[in-house]
């Protein structure tokens, strides 16, 4: 079946860049997809990529996909505490049928 | 425009109770799903509707897990009888259109569950 694997945890610096990976196993995605859990709120998209780049530049957010490795990643410059929540990265080929991964915890340290 | 919402937030239940939730999704938007959140754990979806009719519930364990979508609007999930493996959150999302949809679910605050 489908996995997508995220590392569980990660600690920044406010200020510093964050960098959060992902790896999954489904070639056949067509968009990959990084969603926001702020505590106790549901979901939030951030951001996606279609499936035939390899880079996308949103403001803060720099998504990049690497199809060869199945691997993608998510960089946000400038962390800020408010960054802080769980990321969860997700695969699929539309709203039909996305696949989440385990999520990464963010803390953005003062 | 207000988003997706749920109730309740909170339920204790003892184990082999009943136990229900409701999803008010996005006005206008035809797909609903539900999803299951443990702690540490990714969404994993139960249930997906296109409007009134459920299009996959292969992951919705039949014998004790239903759900409805009468009208093609409101939804409620319901768990009958509750296991301590229930405890969870329960999460209800929606979206403008399953076709052509790139992807962006709209999601409620969700249902936590604790089976005592």
């Known amino acids: 079946g489908e996995d997508v694997e995220q590392s569980l945890f990660l600690s920044v610096r406010e200020g510093d860049s964050s960098v959060i990976n992902c790896t999954y196993t489904?070639?056949?995605?067509?968009?990959l997809y990084w969603y926001k859990q702020e505590p106790g709120a549901g979901l939030q998209l951030l951001t996606y990529?279609?499936?035939?780049?390899d880079m996308k530049q949103d403001q803060r957010l720099t998504v990049l996909l690497n199809k060869k490795d199945k691997h993608l990643s998510l960089r946000i410059a400038d962390t800020q505490t408010g960054d802080s929540a769980i990321y969860f990265c997700?695969?699929?080929?539309?709203?039909?049928?996305?696949?989440f991964g385990t999520g990464t915890r963010l803390t953005v340290i003062p | 425009e207000a988003g997706v919402v749920q109730s309740p937030r909170y339920k204790i239940i003892e184990k082999k109770q009943p136990v229900a939730f409701w999803c008010n999704p996005i006005?206008?938007?035809?797909?609903l799903y539900w999803y299951l959140q443990n702690l540490g754990q990714g969404p994993e979806l139960l249930i997906r509707?296109?409007?009134?009719?459920?299009?996959?519930d292969s992951q919705l364990p039949k014998d004790r897990f239903s759900a409805e979508r009468l009208k093609g609007v409101d939804s409620t999930l319901k768990i009958q009888p509750a296991e301590l493996g229930d405890s969870a959150v329960y999460l209800c999302?929606?979206?403008?259109?399953?076709?052509?949809?790139?992807?962006?679910?709209?999601f409620g605050e969700g249902s936590r569950l604790t089976v005592l």
């Open positions: 999302a929606s979206s403008l259109d399953a076709s052509g949809n790139t992807g962006e679910l709209f």
């Open positions: 990529i279609f499936s035939n780049m």
């Open positions: 509707y296109e409007n009134e009719e459920a299009v996959d």
């Open positions: 997700a695969d699929g080929a539309g709203a039909n049928n996305l696949f």
């Open positions: 006005s206008g938007h035809n797909t």
């Open positions: 489904d070639s056949s995605s067509t968009y």
